[in-house]
T-cell receptor
Framework: RKEVEQDPGPFNVPEGATVAFNCTYSNSASQSFFWYRQDCRKEPKLLMSVYSSGNEDGRFTAQLNRASQYISLLIRDSKLSDSATYLC??????????FGDGTTLTVKP | EAQVTQNPRYLITVTGKKLTVTCSQNMNHEYMSWYRQDPGLGLRQIYYSMNVEVTDKGDVPEGYKVSRKEKRNFPLILESPSPNQTSLYFCAGGQAWDSPLHFGNGTRLTVT
């Protein structure tokens, strides 16, 4: 079993839809979490940090549930420009970072 | 502007010919890390460095070496490349292990 598991996708949604991605992590030593966005095999770029208290940035909301060991990303009012692969990552304080395999989102007109 | 620079962007080489992929950051960040990305497998950590002279193995370190003699540079060394090391490689840097990462543009390596 992978240390970080993501929804396999792909997600194909119409513009304006709300879409949610989940990641579960198995390493209980994981302490910091992020969502990244990656376009067409380019470098990943930070989308959001993830906190237990929740984190909102415009149309994006990220949440961490430490008890259940999962993180989530909610995208509201999807835009065509949101089409990308979304990667979650869990980091331990020893420096180890483990990414999920990514979930591909395609937003259609 | 925060920047992580990798070179080269593209590299085709033959089995067994030693190569180095350079990575440099201009952010005075303590943490740096190398990843490889293969279709369907996501980003896998090869090696990471919490600070100068401190390096540790990630999930897939076999066949790779790194060094961190100075804060800004973190080269990835393949002493004897093999075809299974054909991949897309990313270097990344962050202020600390729990900080967001800035990624380089990637190095697409083909070993024949």
């Amino acid at each position: 079993r992978k240390e970080v598991e993501q929804d396999p996708g792909p997600f194909n949604v119409p513009e304006g839809a709300t879409v949610a991605f989940n990641c579960t992590y198995s390493n209980s030593a994981s302490q910091s979490f992020f969502w990244y966005r990656q376009d067409c095999r380019k470098e990943p770029k930070l989308l959001m940090s993830v906190y237990s208290s929740g984190n909102e940035d415009g149309r994006f909301t990220a949440q961490l549930n430490r008890a259940s060991q999962y993180i989530s990303l909610l995208i509201r009012d999807s835009k065509l420009s949101d089409s990308a692969t979304y990667l979650c990552v869990a980091n331990t304080n020893a420096g180890k970072s483990t990414f999920g395999d990514g979930t591909t989102l395609t937003v259609k007109p | 502007e925060a920047q992580v620079t990798q070179n080269p962007r593209y590299l085709i080489t033959v089995t067994g010919k030693k190569l180095t992929v350079t990575c440099s950051q201009n952010m005075n960040h303590e943490y740096m890390s190398w990843y490889r990305q293969d279709p369907g497998l996501g980003l896998r950590q090869i090696y990471y460095s919490m600070n100068v002279e401190v390096t540790d193995k990630g999930d897939v370190p076999e066949g790779y070496k790194v060094s961190r003699k100075e804060k800004r540079n973190f080269p990835l060394i393949l002493e004897s490349p093999s075809p299974n090391q054909t991949s897309l490689y990313f270097c990344a840097g962050g202020q600390a292990w729990d900080s967001p990462l800035h990624f380089g543009n990637g190095t697409r390596l083909t070993v024949t």
